[in-house]
């Protein structure tokens, strides 16, 4: 068996540490600078976002057209429709 090329030892090393399968046909400086972008997002992950509860502001009747705050269990007719959201902070 050949002796291991440089390619060879990145792509193993991606697919070890960062379960990462890189391309073997991309060119060596392509594939060093993917492996040196993997070990920089492994010591500093991105911070994982809240998600946050959409609460509906505004509900429409699309049969009537009509209006109104939300109620309980609008959720569950299909004749209602949300028209406008709260915004994410809760200011207006």
């Known amino acids: ?3 291991k090329t440089r390619k060879d030892e990145i792509f193993e090393e991606a697919m070890e540490k960062y379960g990462v399968k890189l391309d073997r046909r991309s ?3 392509v594939l ?3 492996l040196d972008r993997l070990s920089k997002k ?3 992950p991105e911070p994982e976002k809240k998600e ?3 609460v509906a502001r505004t509900i429409r009747n699309k049969k009537t057209g009509n209006t109104f705050g939300p109620l309980p269990g609008w959720e ?3 004749d209602f429709e949300v028209i406008e959201w ?3 902070d809760g200011n207006d």
Do not use: I
Request: aromatic share 0%; charged share 45%; glycine share 0%.
């Open 1 to 3: 068996m050949a002796d």
């Open 27 to 29: 060119p060596l400086e």
């Open 32 to 34: 060093e600078d993917k």
């Open 42 to 44: 492994a010591k500093n």
């Open 52 to 54: 946050v509860a959409k």
């Open 76 to 78: 569950n007719n299909p």
């Open 86 to 88: 709260e915004t994410e």
